[in-house]
């Protein structure tokens, strides 16, 4: 058994633990990380990625089959080589993990393969099969993340009963794919199967899809997706299933009415759960809170000295960039530094197409929380570069406050929404106003004019607006 001493050891190497390893060995930290698996975490290997790969490649299918004439290009003869689809989104996969690996240990960081079990507050064991490594640190930073939650009506089998993590890796088409949760998972897979040819119906227990963004950008989000020829049922709760020869029926419940839906595969997408399991953590007796997430406080400490936590195992948006910025705040906060994360300006985004992204919070949460707000909105059928690249369909929504005019929140349905979101993320950290917003010169012709336009019309001024 080898032994070896570090000033931080952090375990699972997602965009939360990966990020906070060579944070700390920037700031001159000894440093250590732990995985079990492969580098890179569910983002980079189950999650963002691969699924960012899949939605780009049938996109440009979508695009051949459905839009090229429009262009006056004309193509015969479109097919889809799925396994060729499925090798190049592994590849990218691939790149990326060895770019991790090249990032931490450029940065002087030093990886171990195996599973990371905290022993005492500064020892850890790495088990890789036979084979046990002692880790001694004042810090430990668990970032092990979260796995897909399970409906008890409907355990994973990995084949017909999936999670994300089989979605992004089917060897064929499904002729009818259900999906159960309308939510990031849920109309991001969707997209990707139903343009590989799927009938795809999506289930959704809250009255809308994509629920977390304003109620503007949900209902023509829907219309859009539904032209798109996904089938939705909101308002549903599915309450269980039986297998019927070789097909899955699901049973669900709307309005009070029984639907039956009938599906070869079921992708359940209905959120996910922290994983606080088998790394030690009961046993040292770090606290969880009442939903199974590590507790911490604002410098995302553990009731036990010299043990930290960050990313989808505690509270906050299940998201990579937040775990990332945590990585990079406790990096600083070991290291005697001021980390701090702002969770008041976190984007959010939806990689469907158009894409769905928001920053800051919607009309609705802004009612909810009594606050009176002024909101504008602007259309992309009258933007000039969304007529000219033929992606016109979308919506711009600002809200700010009615009585200071501060930017409160940004929601966008539009082609490329996730880099649209950039610009009013950093108005938004500077604390802008709405006003600011309207002022900047946004170049012309682009997208982007039309989150001027929005701005503008918080107070009636839009001109490009009817
Ligand atoms: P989610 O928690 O965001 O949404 C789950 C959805 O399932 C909700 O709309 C919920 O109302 C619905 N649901 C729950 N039980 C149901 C039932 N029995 N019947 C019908 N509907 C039901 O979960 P999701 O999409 O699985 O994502 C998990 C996490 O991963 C989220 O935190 C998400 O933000 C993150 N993620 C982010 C991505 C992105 O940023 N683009 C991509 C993929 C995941």
């Given at each position: 058994m080898r032994e070896h001493v570090f000033d931080v050891v952090v375990i699972g190497s997602g965009p939360g633990g990966y990020v906070a390893a060579i944070r700390a060995s920037q700031l001159g930290l000894k440093t250590a990380l732990l995985e079990k698996g492969e580098l890179g975490g569910t983002c980079l290997n189950v999650g963002c990625i691969p699924s960012k790969a899949l939605l780009h490649s049938t996109e440009m299918l979508h695009f051949a089959e459905k839009k090229a004439a429009n262009h006056g290009i004309q193509f015969s003869g479109i097919s889809m080589d799925l396994s060729q689809t499925m090798k190049r989104k592994d590849t990218v996969v691939e790149t990326l993990r060895k770019g991790v690996r090249a990032l931490v240990t450029k940065k002087g960081g030093s990886i171990f393969e195996g599973l990371g079990i905290i022993q005492n507050p500064d020892t850890i064991v790495v088990k890789k099969g036979e084979e046990e490594t002692i880790l001694t640190a004042k810090n430990i930073i668990v970032a092990t993340g979260s796995t897909p939650i399970e409906l008890s009506f409907l355990p994973y089998d990995g084949k017909t009963v999936v999670s994300s993590d089989q979605a992004i890796a089917f060897d064929s088409v499904p002729a009818e794919l259900a999906v159960i949760g309308a939510s990031a998972i849920g109309l991001e897979l969707s997209s990707v199967w139903a343009r590989l040819g799927s009938k795809v119906t999506v289930i959704e227990y809250l009255p809308k899809i994509a629920p977390s963004f304003d109620d503007d950008i949900c209902k023509l989000s829907e219309r859009v997706f539904k032209r798109q020829g996904l089938i939705f049922h909101t308002g549903t709760k599915v309450t269980g299933a039986e297998s019927k020869r070789d097909k899955l029926v699901l049973t669900a419940e709307k309005n009070g009415k029984d639907v039956r839906i009938e599906a070869d595969i079921v992708l359940v997408a209905v959120g996910r759960k922290p994983n606080t399991k088998n790394t030690g953590l009961e046993s040292v007796g770090v606290k969880l809170d009442d939903?199974?997430?590590?507790?911490?406080?604002?410098?995302?400490?553990?009731?036990?000295?010299?043990?930290?936590?960050?990313?989808?195992?505690?509270?906050?948006?299940?998201?990579?960039?937040?775990?990332?910025?945590?990585?990079?705040?406790?990096?600083?906060?070991?290291?005697?530094?001021?980390?701090?994360?702002?969770?008041?300006?976190?984007?959010?985004?939806?990689?469907?197409?158009?894409?769905?992204?928001?920053?800051?919070?919607?009309?609705?949460?802004?009612?909810?929380?009594?606050?009176?707000?002024?909101?504008?909105?602007?259309?992309?059928?009258?933007?000039?570069?969304?007529?000219?690249?033929?992606?016109?369909?979308?919506?711009?929504?600002?809200?700010?406050?009615?009585?200071?005019?501060?930017?409160?929140?940004?929601?966008?349905?539009?082609?490329?929404?996730?880099?649209?979101?950039?610009?009013?993320?950093?108005?938004?950290?500077?604390?802008?106003?709405?006003?600011?917003?309207?002022?900047?010169?946004?170049?012309?012709?682009?997208?982007?004019?039309?989150?001027?336009?929005?701005?503008?019309?918080?107070?009636?001024?839009?001109?490009?607006?009817?």
């Open positions: 939903k199974g997430r590590i507790q911490i406080d604002q410098h995302f400490k553990t009731n036990i000295p010299g043990i930290y936590a960050i990313g989808d195992v505690v509270a906050g948006p299940m998201l990579a960039h937040k775990a990332e910025e945590e990585g990079v705040a406790v990096a600083e906060i070991i290291a005697g530094k001021a980390g701090h994360v702002n969770y008041e300006v976190i984007p959010n985004v939806i990689y469907t197409d158009p894409e769905i992204a928001s920053v800051g919070i919607s009309e609705q949460e802004a009612k909810e929380q009594g606050i009176e707000v002024v909101t504008g909105k602007f259309n992309l059928s009258a933007n000039g570069r969304a007529i000219a690249s033929d992606v016109t369909e979308g919506l711009v929504k600002v809200i700010a406050d009615a009585k200071t005019d501060k930017l409160l929140g940004v929601q966008i349905l539009a082609h490329n929404a996730s880099e649209l979101i950039a610009a009013s993320v950093t108005h938004m950290e500077y604390g802008g106003s709405a006003e600011d917003l309207a002022r900047t010169i946004h170049a012309h012709p682009s997208l982007s004019e039309s989150i001027k336009e929005a701005a503008l019309d918080v107070d009636g001024r839009g001109i490009h607006s009817l």
